[in-house]
C-alpha cells in the first residue's frame, strides 16, 4: 500500500471513529468537548486567525463605519468562532442519530417562517440561500421530517469512501445530496420543475467565476447558481439561515423571497439578485459574526495579501 494509500486510510478512519464517538457520547460530555476543542483550537497560534479576524473587522465596520473597530473586540469575535465552528462539528456527528421529537423541540422558527410555509403552498420550486452560519443541517433534517426534503449539492472530498460515508450521514438526515460535477445543475433543474426544494450554501464562489457584488463594503464574488435557477424554473428564491444558541436550541430565520421576476437579459437579473443576496446576507451575518463558518480567504484583498 503505497504512502497516499495510508494517509487516506487514515484520514477515512479518523472521521469515521470521532464521528461514532461522537455520536454515543452523552450529550453533555460532547457538548463539553467541543467546548473544550474550541477553546485550545484558539488559544494555539496558527496562521487563519488572522484571517478570521479580517472578515470580523469588516463586518464590524459595516455596522459602524464612522469608526474603525477596535483591535481587542475584533480579536475577542474571532476566538469566539473557533467554538462556534467545534459546536458545528460535533452537532454534525450527532444529528444523524438525533430523534425527531429532539430535532423538532430544539428548532426555534425565530422570524418569518411563514415566508417558507407561503411558498410550499405555491406549487413553485423553492431555492433556499443559505450562508456558512450555524447549522444549515439543522434544518434541512427539521424540514425533512416536515415532509420538505431538502436537495443539495456537495464539493467531492477524498478519499472516495470518505465521500461516500458523508453522502450516508447528509441522507440520514432526510437530505438528498447530488455531488458537484457534469449533471449537477440538471438535477437540481428538474428538482425544481417539478415543485422541490433546493438548498444552497452560497456565500463563497469556489469556481472563481462568480457575479461581482459588494459585500460589506468591499467587491468580491458570489455563485451565480441560487439567482439563475430559480430564474430559470420560476423557483421562489428564499435567504435563510439556522443560528446555534447560545443555549441548545437552534434559531431558524426565514427572510421575504427576493423578486425573481425578469427585467431584462438574463445575465443582468442573476447580477441584480445576487447583489440582493450579498445585502441579506450581511443582515444575517451581522445579528452572530462569530458563528459565520468562512475562515478562508474571500475578497481579492485577503488572497493578494
Request: aromatic share 8%; proline share 7%; glycine share 10%.
Amino acid at each position: 500500500m503505497g504512502l497516499e494509500r495510508l494517509r487516506a486510510c487514515a484520514t477515512y478512519l479518523a472521521y469515521r471513529v470521532s464521528g461514532a464517538g461522537l455520536a454515543v457520547l452523552p450529550e453533555p460530555m460532547a457538548s463539553g468537548a467541543a467546548a473544550l476543542v474550541g477553546s485550545a483550537l484558539a488559544r494555539r497560534p496558527h496562521g487563519d486567525l488572522a484571517m478570521r479576524e479580517r472578515h470580523v473587522a469588516r463586518v464590524l465596520a459595516s455596522t459602524s463605519p464612522a469608526a474603525a473597530p477596535d483591535p481587542a473586540v475584533v480579536r475577542r469575535w474571532a476566538l469566539r468562532s473557533y467554538r462556534s465552528y467545534a459546536r458545528y462539528w460535533v452537532e454534525g456527528a450527532r444529528l444523524p442519530s438525533t430523534r425527531a421529537e429532539v430535532v423538532r423541540e430544539r428548532l426555534i422558527l425565530d422570524w418569518g417562517y411563514e415566508h417558507l410555509e407561503e411558498a410550499f403552498t405555491s406549487g413553485r420550486g423553492v431555492v433556499l440561500a443559505l450562508p456558512h452560519i450555524g447549522s444549515w443541517e439543522w434544518g434541512g433534517k427539521f424540514l425533512a421530517l416536515e415532509g420538505h426534503p431538502m436537495t443539495s449539492v456537495v464539493e467531492r472530498i477524498e478519499p472516495p469512501a470518505l465521500f461516500r460515508w458523508f453522502l450516508s450521514e447528509r441522507e440520514a438526515m432526510g437530505l438528498r445530496i447530488v455531488p458537484l460535477g457534469e449533471g449537477s445543475g440538471r438535477a437540481l433543474l428538474t428538482e425544481l420543475r417539478r415543485g422541490g426544494l433546493v438548498g444552497l450554501v452560497c456565500d463563497r464562489d469556489l469556481s472563481g467565476n462568480g457575479v461581482k457584488v459588494e459585500l460589506f463594503g468591499e467587491e468580491t464574488t458570489l455563485p451565480a447558481g441560487p439567482a439563475t435557477l430559480a430564474l430559470r424554473t420560476e423557483a421562489l428564491l428564499l435567504p435563510a439561515a439556522v443560528y446555534s444558541g447560545p443555549c441548545e436550541a437552534h434559531f431558524a430565520v426565514v427572510t421575504a423571497p427576493l423578486d425573481t421576476r425578469r427585467t431584462g437579459p438574463l445575465r443582468s437579473d442573476v447580477a441584480r439578485l445576487t447583489q440582493e443576496l450579498a445585502y441579506r446576507f450581511e443582515w444575517m451575518v451581522r445579528r452572530a459574526p462569530e458563528q459565520w463558518h468562512l475562515h478562508q480567504p474571500n475578497w481579492p484583498s485577503d488572497r493578494d495579501g
